[in-house]
């Protein structure tokens, strides 16, 4: 069994700074593509930032310059810093990550339970 456990969710000002974490846990051999999405009321889910093994990130357009992705391999860990919020940015941000439980076994995708990102003056 695998979980996703997301923190540091909440409200800020516009203009303000957020960072994200997600700890995967439990039966993990290797993580693959790790990433954050993030549904705002009365839309669809959308991506926002992955981010490979190897470090590579790749951004939604709407984000780039102002979030960074990374991640901990040795914490099986990925982060999300949030800078220049909007209100725009407001949404439930979740948690993604590819992985498999054992060396020669499938690869999985595990959600998150969501944190609340509000950007509210």
């Known amino acids: 069994q695998v979980q996703l456990v997301e923190s540091g969710g909440g409200s800020v000002q516009p203009g303000g700074s957020l960072r994200l974490s997600c700890a995967a846990s439990?039966?993990?051999?290797?993580?693959?593509?790790m990433g954050w999405y993030r549904q705002a009321p009365g839309k669809e889910r959308e991506l926002v930032a992955t981010?490979?093994?190897?470090?590579?990130?790749t951004y939604v357009d709407s984000v780039k310059g102002r979030f960074t992705i990374s991640r901990d391999n040795a914490k099986n860990t990925v982060y999300l810093q949030m800078k220049s919020l909007i209100s725009e940015d407001t949404a439930v941000y979740y948690c993604?990550?590819?992985?498999?439980?054992?060396?020669?076994?499938?690869?999985?995708?595990?959600w998150g339970q969501g944190t609340q990102v509000t950007v509210s003056s």
């Open positions: 981010i490979t093994s190897g470090d590579t990130p």
């Open positions: 993604n990550a590819h992985i498999e439980s054992t060396r020669w076994g499938p690869r999985y995708e595990y």
């Open positions: 439990g039966s993990i051999f290797s993580i693959d593509v």
